[in-house]
């Protein structure tokens, strides 16, 4: 039988435990924290599928979609089709303040690439990252960021 994209989740909590803590209970960081994995991940997952490659090409075709810049560019896209839910979980992230600040990206990039991972987060601990993941198709479509055999 073939799993669903979100029962990763499920899968994590029957085996570890279900959280006490409801998704919209955490912080804007916190959702910010494992957005930031799932999209790695969803990047990562995308860019090994392109075919035998050197690790050290997985990783710049990868890093070069999950930096800051590129998600702000991805976010601007996708503002303007968030429902009012998931763009409250942005705006949160948008505008928590973080102990650690931009490396190579400017305050702005950085600030709304960390809304653009509290709503990833929103998306999979809400278990909506079906319409996660095809907003992030569309927006990465849309910005011509879609990693691709170069």
Do not use: C
Not at 11 to 37: M, N, V, W
Not at 87 to 93: D, F, H, K, S, V
Request: hydrophobic share 40%; net charge neutral; charged share 30%.
């Amino acid at each position: 039988m073939k799993k669903g994209h979100q029962d990763i989740f499920e899968e994590i909590q029957e085996t570890f435990g279900e959280s006490r803590i409801k998704p919209e209970q955490h912080s804007a960081l916190a959702l910010a924290y494992i957005g930031d994995a799932v999209y790695d991940l969803i990047i990562r997952t995308i860019v090994i599928d392109l075919g035998a490659g050197k690790v050290k090409d997985f990783h710049r075709m990868t890093s070069s979609v999950v930096k800051a810049e590129s998600q702000a560019k991805l976010m601007k896209v996708l503002l303007e089709q968030l429902t009012e839910e998931e763009e409250n979980a942005y705006r949160r992230g948008r505008n928590a303040k973080s102990a650690t600040s931009a490396k190579n990206a400017s305050i702005v990039d950085y600030r709304v690439a960390t809304g653009f991972e509290a709503l990833v987060g929103y998306w999979y601990l809400t278990h909506q990252i079906e319409r996660g993941m095809t907003m992030i198709r569309e927006g990465l479509l849309q910005t011509d960021q879609m990693p691709r055999k170069e």
